[in-house]
């Protein structure tokens, strides 16, 4: 099992030094990657419901969020061996030649250490605010993976889509990855097909076992549906880490080591070969390190 962690970039409290000291750590500890998620411009008022909250609320609405990219940017150039993912880089919030300069970018300066996480958003306002079209966004975001794959892959790459289109171009450099992995959420049939048409990794968050592990078997369908062997595909699952027992019981891994222990061995039945811990924990940024560095000394290596 790998053990990746959300790294602190939104809140009032983060900044440059919280980040650089929970990312080495991090780490040191031997975590195997750093995660970030992806808020712009949040509307003061929005009608769209969050998913993966009971009433559809957001819990992030008023917190200060650093960027995705440029925060994972930043980490590359503090750490050496941290894996550097999106959970998950929203697509239909940026234009896709950009946004792949940007990846590739990244990908270099981090000697190879990008996973590429990708969804199609719930936030229509926000993405009105970003000047982005929503309707179709799920078509969208299969194109932008298209000229993803051209961009990395071809020498002279060009795309004719029904959304997106630019002639012969020169893109260099290219990712180090050969390819860069693909992690895609969601939770819709459309989510299930997309990773199996273009994903290395289903990347499931904060929903019962149950569900997730229907949602597997959903993406495996699609997979032999296209002719793709399912053994191909990764499970990950995002979690909170809650030795408080502050969250829902179904979206965490908490309480104490035995019962962490006991929750992992289930999430490994369904068949996940990574979690994501997003650490819960009293005294801000310095309580989740804490948090996090508890677990991996006294729960990680019982885990097999």
Not at 55 to 69: C, Q, V
Not at 110 to 133: D, F, K
Not at 205 to 227: H, M, N, R, Y
Not at 230 to 253: A, H, N
Request: proline share 7%; charged share 20%; net charge negative.
């Amino acid at each position: 099992m790998e053990f990746g962690v959300h790294l602190p970039h939104l809140g009032h409290s983060t900044g440059r030094e919280p980040l650089i000291k929970f990312a080495q750590e991090a780490e040191r500890l031997g975590i195997h990657s750093g995660w970030v998620s992806d808020h712009v411009c949040l509307p003061a008022e929005f009608d769209s419901k969050y998913p993966y909250s009971d009433d559809g609320s957001f819990p992030g609405s008023e917190l200060a969020w650093l960027d995705a990219i440029g925060t994972l940017l930043f980490i590359a150039g503090c750490t050496e061996n941290l894996r550097l993912g999106f959970t998950v880089l929203i697509l239909p919030y940026r234009p896709p030649v950009v946004t792949a300069k940007q990846l590739a970018t990244l990908d270099i300066l981090s000697n190879g250490r990008l996973i590429l996480g990708v969804g199609v958003g719930w936030n229509q306002e926000e993405a009105e605010v970003l000047g982005m079209p929503w309707d179709n966004r799920g078509a969208r975001s299969d194109e932008q993976l298209q000229i993803f794959n051209a961009l990395f892959t071809e020498d002279e790459p060009s795309f004719e889509g029904t959304y997106y289109s630019f002639p012969k171009v020169d893109f260099e450099p290219k990712p180090i990855q050969k390819p860069v992995p693909i992690w895609v959420g969601g939770h819709s049939r459309a989510a299930f097909r997309r990773t199996a048409q273009y994903g290395h990794a289903f990347h499931a968050a904060f929903q019962p076992l149950d569900v997730v592990s229907d949602e597997w078997g959903k993406v495996k369908t699609e997979c032999e549906s296209i002719g793709r062997a399912p053994d191909e595909l990764e499970l990950s699952l995002r979690v909170f880490l809650d030795p408080e027992e502050k969250m829902e019981s179904y979206k965490s891994v908490g309480g104490s080591e035995s019962q962490m222990i006991e929750t992992i061995s289930k999430i490994q039945e369904i068949g996940a070969s990574h979690i994501l811990l997003d650490p819960v924990a009293s005294g801000g940024i310095q309580g989740r390190l804490e948090a996090l560095q508890n677990f991996m000394t006294n729960v990680a290596p019982q885990v097999h």
